[in-house]
């Protein structure tokens, strides 16, 4: 049964194309894939004995089922304008009764504001080792750029138990690939097949502009305009996001993003007081 859970997360084949188009527009290395998975399987082979992916991986999926609304927090501009009024306008308990998932370097700033999180996705260039301290759930992301990063957090991957390995080229028994690009399009993608029609979805600080937010890269001391190919990454994360939410019965939601589309309600900040689910 659980294997053929695993399987239900695994999207390689379907997302292929997808794939198989960003190496080519981007001009990525196939192969250097191919050396970042082998090197994150290598280091997961090194946890304690006790640990269980399949165990890890179905409790995981438990905690998705338990709460809604599920709240997913990139690190765009828009993040600590949105997190501080609902936190104002609601009450810092508030994110206790939600599921709270991070995309990589917007974990800081949750951290900062004492807001739980339950899982942070996270390709390691936005999050420091303290961020291992935090979560419930630690999903680590390997690619061909990021290869540097897995040696540097090594012991913190070996060390954190409730860890899940994805990888963009084709998954091992190991690693799973669910499909997306970005940390953020692809919470939405490791989601997909956990979700049910009544849970909503929530995205804030997910801005697909051309302003990068400071908590996207420790180094950065504020928002920054982002080069050609950071600008590139996030429309192809965006028309990801379209993509993904054909194929999830659950309604997503924009929270305050600079990126305005008749694609998602977009809820702005003087409406939040109004909704009792937020």
């Not at 294997?3 to 084949?13: G, M, P, S």
């Not at 982002?226 to 939410?245: C, E, M, P, R, V």
Request: aromatic share 14%; net charge positive.
């Amino acid at each position: 049964m659980l294997l053929d859970f695993r399987k239900q997360i695994n999207y390689y084949v379907e997302f292929k194309d997808w794939y198989d188009k960003i190496i080519k527009d981007f001009k990525f290395n196939y192969e250097k894939d191919n050396d970042a998975k082998d090197i994150l399987s290598n280091i997961i082979k090194m946890k304690s004995k006790d640990w269980d992916f399949l165990g890890v991986l179905f409790s995981f999926c438990n905690t998705i089922k338990k709460k809604s609304p599920i709240y997913i927090f990139g690190s765009g501009p828009s993040l600590e304008d949105t997190i501080n009024h609902i936190i104002d306008k609601k009450g810092i308990t508030f994110f206790s009764r939600s599921l709270n998932l991070a995309a990589d370097g917007a974990s800081r700033y949750l951290k900062m504001r004492h807001i739980p999180i339950d899982g942070i996705f996270t390709d390691l260039d936005g999050i420091t080792k303290n961020e291992f301290d935090y979560p419930s759930y630690m999903i680590v992301h390997a690619h061909g750029d990021n290869i540097n990063k897995l040696l540097a957090f090594k012991e913190e991957i070996i060390k954190f138990n409730n860890l899940i390995g994805t990888t963009q080229a084709k998954p091992n028994n190991l690693l799973l690939n669910p499909g997306g690009f970005t940390d953020g399009d692809r919470i939405l993608f490791f989601l997909r097949s956990m979700l049910s029609p009544t849970q909503k979805l929530f995205l804030i600080g997910m801005d697909f502009e051309s302003i990068v937010g400071k908590y996207s890269k420790p180094h950065l001391q504020g928002n920054v305009l982002g080069n050609s190919t950071k600008i590139k990454k996030l429309t192809y994360a965006f028309d990801l996001l379209k993509w993904i939410s054909t194929k999830i019965e659950s309604e997503i939601i924009l929270i305050n993003s600079k990126t305005k589309s008749n694609f998602f309600r977009n809820i702005r900040l003087e409406r939040i007081k109004d909704y009792d689910f937020i």
